[in-house]
């Protein structure tokens, strides 16, 4: 088998349940493969020949994620895509019929003609913890605005409303706990009287980015209770972890890591991301061009010199929403 170029090289996978038509161009190669892990095996040994700087697969009612697994774990450039994107792209190409392959092709045509971002992929545990963190912003977001509207309220309706209160931090509550279900068991050192405390799970409040800890204690070790899973599948989750790193972080370079605490509601990176700002750079001191919210080392540049341009960020978000990003790393200053 011929390999192709792999500067112009696209390939389009259109997923069911039982098959994974697979489309590549330049040169209009075709092939079909079983959606099994077997099947997976040979679609990464064809792919892996042709290099492309793109697979593009449609989101296929989760069809599609163990296949994506497959191939993020061989270090192949994957992407989902939502079949709205590609069925808008289908019609102004004015591609009526539907089949398998016609659909394979159309999504090779949208991957060579939009070159969508290669993004990373969330497994089934990040993206039901992602879930979770969203309906906690949420409902904090609902309780802050009933507390808001209960200074203005009287009688009955102000009622409802308390009522409405304690059900969103009954809810509130039960989030917490779901966020930190995996933990048993915490040891913790306090350092304001000098002692070491054990702390059940029931013992702490868990929230996104936080917990029911003061700054001056030191968590020396935990006990976590985790889901038995198989061992293939761990070992597919580590590798998409490991895509997922690769694809979104600036890792070959010195860094001084993700900087801003994400706000509620959205992400530090998408915000420095919208106002422009990436490879924005003062002096050796730059945000990262593939991660926002990652300022880089480009050198030289001290201590000082990273963090002018980690106030300028703040002041411009500040300016374009109002919104005072906080620092999640420490700055030890002598």
């Not at 492309?52 to 599609?64: D, K, T």
């Not at 209160?165 to 304001?192: F, M, T």
């Not at 993700?258 to 001191?285: H, Y």
């Amino acid at each position: 088998m011929n390999s192709t170029n792999s500067q112009d090289c696209v390939i389009g996978i259109d997923v069911s349940k039982a098959a994974l038509d697979s489309h590549l161009l330049p040169n209009e190669s075709r092939a079909r493969f079983d959606n099994t892990p077997e099947g997976h095996e040979r679609l990464v040994a064809w792919a892996q020949v042709h290099r492309p700087q793109r697979i593009v697969l449609e989101a296929s009612g989760g069809y599609e994620m163990p296949v994506a697994a497959a191939l993020a774990r061989a270090g192949l450039p994957v992407i989902v895509v939502n079949p709205r994107q590609v069925r808008r792209f289908a019609q102004a190409l004015g591609v009526q019929a539907k089949t398998d392959r016609i659909d394979a092709r159309v999504i090779t045509l949208f991957a060579q003609a939009v070159r969508p971002d290669i993004r990373p992929l969330k497994d089934e545990l990040t993206a039901e913890l992602d879930a979770i963190v969203s309906r906690r912003r949420q409902l904090q977001d609902m309780l802050i605005a009933e507390q808001h509207r209960r200074t203005r309220a009287k009688g009955p309706v102000r009622k409802n409303i308390d009522a409405h209160i304690a059900w969103l931090e009954r809810q509130l509550h039960n989030v917490d706990a779901e966020i930190g279900k995996l933990v048993r068991e915490i040891v913790v050192y306090r350092a304001v009287c000098n002692r070491i405390d054990t702390l059940r799970a029931g013992q702490v409040r868990f929230e996104y980015r936080h917990a029911s800890f003061t700054p001056c204690d030191i968590l020396l070790g935990a006990r976590l209770e985790l889901v038995e899973r198989p061992y293939r599948e761990i070992i597919d989750r580590i590798h998409v972890c490991n895509f997922n790193r690769r694809a979104s972080q600036p890792l070959a370079e010195r860094s001084a890591g993700c900087v801003f605490k994400n706000p509620p509601g959205t992400s530090a990176g998408k915000l420095i991301d919208e106002i422009g700002l990436k490879g924005f750079r003062i002096g050796g001191a730059m945000v990262s061009d593939r991660h926002a919210n990652f300022f880089l080392n480009r050198g030289p540049a001290t201590c000082d010199g990273m963090h002018r341009p980690i106030g300028q960020v703040r002041s411009r978000i500040w300016s374009a929403f109002k919104i005072e990003l906080e620092e999640e790393i420490v700055v030890w200053v002598n």
